[in-house]
């Protein structure tokens, strides 16, 4: 069955320094893959999605994510943070029937 | 981008009560919505899809009888959790779908989620 791992429970980074939310994920074929950002109070908002060609995915917000197939990964970067983004991310991959089946989410925290 | 709304936002209730929650797609009308829990420090796990007009589709180990949905309109989705008792202390949350024919084709807006304390 398809499954996606978040290593990191909680991650804390400085405003104005870069980020890297790590996704791993279990698939058997050609993965399709989501990153969602939810913030307080607010529902799951789609970030960027990874079907098919390019491997580096470009998303709202300034956030990219690069799909690397030897690796199983998608990991979400974005060269600057802002405060705004603090946030629990979760990735996610299309897990048959068109079904989303998610990791448990990475918590950002943003120190001023 | 399109906004669907939840009520309530949180709840808390006896054991062996119904709880009743909405769904709302505000500026769209959500051919499926879809229904996922959320238990502390996991991932979201799909409960049920509900297309409009008709019943309910659930997820293998979801019972049916326990967790009624109804998607009476085009607009709103009703979970009630019946009977409820702690271990169906969780956060709820729904998305909806403006086609319906699934996450590659069509994009799912999510709610912000309603926290259900069972005492």
């Known amino acids: 069955a398809q499954s996606v791992t978040q290593p990191d429970i909680h991650i804390t980074v400085s405003e104005g320094a870069s980020l890297e939310l790590r996704c791993n994920y279990s698939?058997?074929?050609?993965?399709?893959l989501f990153w969602y950002v939810q913030s307080p109070g607010q529902g799951l908002q789609l970030l960027l999605k990874?079907?098919?060609?390019?491997?580096l995915v470009q998303g709202i917000k300034g956030f990219e994510a690069e799909f690397k197939r030897s690796q199983s990964s998608f990991n979400l970067r974005k060269p600057s943070v802002h405060w705004s983004d603090a946030a629990e991310y979760f990735c996610?991959?299309?897990?048959?029937?068109?079904?989303?089946?998610f990791g448990k989410g990475t918590k950002l925290t943003v120190n001023p | 981008g399109a906004v669907v709304s939840q009520h309530p936002s949180w709840v808390i209730c006896k054991s062996g009560t119904s709880v009743k929650i909405e769904c709302r797609s505000l500026?769209?009308?959500?051919?499926?919505m879809f229904w996922y829990r959320q238990f502390p420090k996991q991932s979201l796990m799909l409960m049920a899809t509900?297309?409009?007009?008709?019943?309910?589709?659930?997820e293998q180990g979801v019972e049916k009888d326990k967790f009624l949905i109804n998607h009476a309109s085009l607009t709103l989705s009703t979970l009630t959790v019946t009977s409820a008792h702690p271990e169906d202390s969780s956060f709820y949350i729904c998305?909806?779908?403006?086609?319906?024919?699934?996450?590659?084709?069509?994009?799912?807006?999510f709610g912000p989620g309603t926290r259900l304390t069972v005492l």
């Open positions: 509900s297309n409009e007009g008709s019943k309910a589709t659930y």
């Open positions: 698939y058997g074929a050609t993965p399709y």
């Open positions: 996610a991959v299309e897990g048959g029937s068109e079904k989303l089946v």
């Open positions: 990874y079907f098919s060609g390019d491997t």
């Open positions: 500026d769209f009308q959500a051919t499926t």
């Open positions: 998305s909806a779908s403006l086609t319906g024919k699934g996450v590659l084709s069509d994009e799912q807006f």
